[in-house]
Structures are given as C-alpha cells and as structure tokens.
C-alpha cells in the first residue's frame, strides 16, 4: 500500500509540474528564465522551512550536506538552466518527448549503478509510457526549427540531471525525510539562481510587475515548486526510482490538457490516446505480475 501511495504522489507531482510550464511560459515574457528560477525555487524554499521546522523528522546529518547541496545544484539549477536553455532550440513538443526519456535514464543509470535491477514489466512499461507521451505530441513533431537537434540534445542532459538525482537522493531522503532533505537541497539550488539572476541583473524587470505576474511568481514557487518537490521526494521514499521517473511522462499530457481546457488549443483525438497510453504504460511498469501455480506449489514444498 505505501508503493502505491508513492506512484500516485509521483503522478501529482508529475501532473502539478505539467501545470506550472504554462505559468512559466507567461512569466517568459516578463522576466529572463534565471529569474524565474530564482522566484520558483526561492518561494518554494521559504514555503518549505516553516513545515521542516515544525516537523518531527530529523535533518540531514552534517555529514551528509555537501552530498545534500551538490544533489540541490543538480536539480534545483543545473536541470532548470538545461530545459530553459533546450527550448530556445527546440519546439515543446519535441523537448517534452526528449524530456520523457527520463524513465528509460534512470532505469538505466539505476541498473548500472547497481541500486535498482532491470526487469522485463518496467522496460516495457517505459516504453509504452515513451510511446503514449509521442502519440499525444504527433501533431507537434513534424515541424522542427533548424538546428533542433540542439535542444533535443540539452532537454536529454536535463533529464540525465533529473535521473540522477532520482537516484542518488533515495538514500539520503531514507535518513532524514522528504521534507527537510528537499528543503536543504532547494535552498542550495535557488541560493545558486539568485546569485547569478544579482550578478546578471535579471531582477530589473520586476519593478514593472502587476498582480498578474506575482500570482503566477506565487504559483510557481507554492504549487510548482514546494508542494511538487515535495511530493517528488515523498514517492522516491516509498517506490523504486524507476517508477517514480516514469510519471514524468504525465507532465507534458497534463501541460497539454490545461492547454485545452485554458487557451483554447484543439483537444485532438491522439492527445486522449496518448493519456490512455501513458497511463497503461505506468499500469504495466508500477505493478507486478502474478506468479504462477507451479512456482508457488514449488515454494510451498520446498518448507
């Protein structure tokens, strides 16, 4: 019952993340994508320290914050500067099929590390998901800008970033909690994007904000932010990485959904294939297959 909790935290978390590409494409136009960043993860950080405080759990030992902070550097800045940077090259659609990748990395990864085993059920169910996330963005992959290569290439490197820290984090988030470990790695990643946003003076625009803009600030940093990472760190406590990965493959539907449903955009028929698709992909890759009867009888006689 607690892996199932943690594919369906994954799922949100996943679908939340979905939700914040649209406030993060209107915020584009006001302010540069570093101070976007800094907003997010900022906001984000100051929402999770009162709830770390006042939680029972412990925080990461002193030994253990350099690994914490480097493991903030790598999804809180490195994995943002990537995807940001990828979509200057590339167009959505394609960068949210390089971005669906990320399962079939960490299993990968996660194999050649030794920290979680391969097995016929998840690459299949990898796959389906890989196929149900491009029959949902068919429309979108025909027409690709010259040199789109480029950003397919960085949107790859930003899911490397992102099946890493999947998987290196599982230890540390075991000894302390979700909470205070993403709330420490946070602060290092959004420490590091706001001293960069100072030094290239990405801030200037802000004088000019209207309510507007702060509520989508405010949405990033306490939806698309706090509560995303918080629930993405809540399922690497509870299932294998490889499952929780694979939900990343719900982001670019949910992106698309709200696209429908806000701004108009055609609900087309392989968009609710491909939901149907991805959903049967992470059916197949989070549950187990039955074993059978021989083998059981076979267990029970060997007592």
């Not at 984000?44 to 709830?51: H, N, S």
């Not at 990395?105 to 149900?132: D, N, P």
């Not at 988030?173 to 420490?184: K, Q, Y």
Request: charge should be positive.
């Amino acid at each position: 019952m607690s892996e199932i909790w943690g594919v369906l935290a994954a799922i949100l978390s996943s679908a939340l993340g979905g939700t914040s590409i649209g406030a993060t494409r209107f915020l584009v136009n006001a302010i540069d994508p570093l101070a976007i960043g800094s907003f997010r993860f900022g906001i984000g950080f100051l929402l999770l320290l009162p709830l770390a405080l006042v939680q029972a759990g412990s925080w990461p030992p002193r030994r253990d914050w350099p690994a914490v902070a480097g493991l903030g550097l790598l999804f809180f800045a490195a994995f943002p500067i990537l995807f940001n940077a990828s979509l200057i090259f590339t167009t959505a659609a394609r960068g949210a099929l390089a971005l669906s990748t990320l399962p079939l990395l960490t299993m990968l990864v996660g194999a050649a590390l030794g920290s979680e085993a391969m097995s016929a059920r998840k690459t299949i169910g990898v796959l389906v998901t890989i196929s149900g996330v491009s029959l949902a963005l068919l429309s979108g992959l025909a027409t690709a800008p010259e040199g789109a290569w480029r950003g397919d290439l960085l949107m790859v490197a930003a899911a490397f970033c992102m099946a890493l820290y999947t998987i290196w984090s599982k230890p540390f988030i075991a000894r302390s909690g979700p909470m205070p470990f993403t709330t420490l790695a946070m602060a290092a990643g959004a420490a590091f994007l706001i001293v960069i946003s100072v030094w290239r003076g990405s801030f200037g625009p802000v004088a000019h904000f209207g309510a507007p803009q702060w509520l989508g600030a405010i949405y990033l940093g306490a939806f698309g932010s706090a509560l995303t990472f918080f629930l993405w760190a809540y399922a690497l406590e509870r299932t294998t990485p490889t499952r929780v990965a694979i939900s990343v493959t719900v982001n670019p539907i949910a992106a698309s959904v709200v696209g429908a449903m806000l701004l108009d955009e055609p609900l087309s028929w392989n968009l609710i294939a491909g939901i149907v698709t991805v959903f049967a992909g992470i059916w197949i890759a989070t549950t187990q297959s039955h074993p059978n009867v021989s083998t059981v009888t076979k267990e029970i006689g060997s007592r």
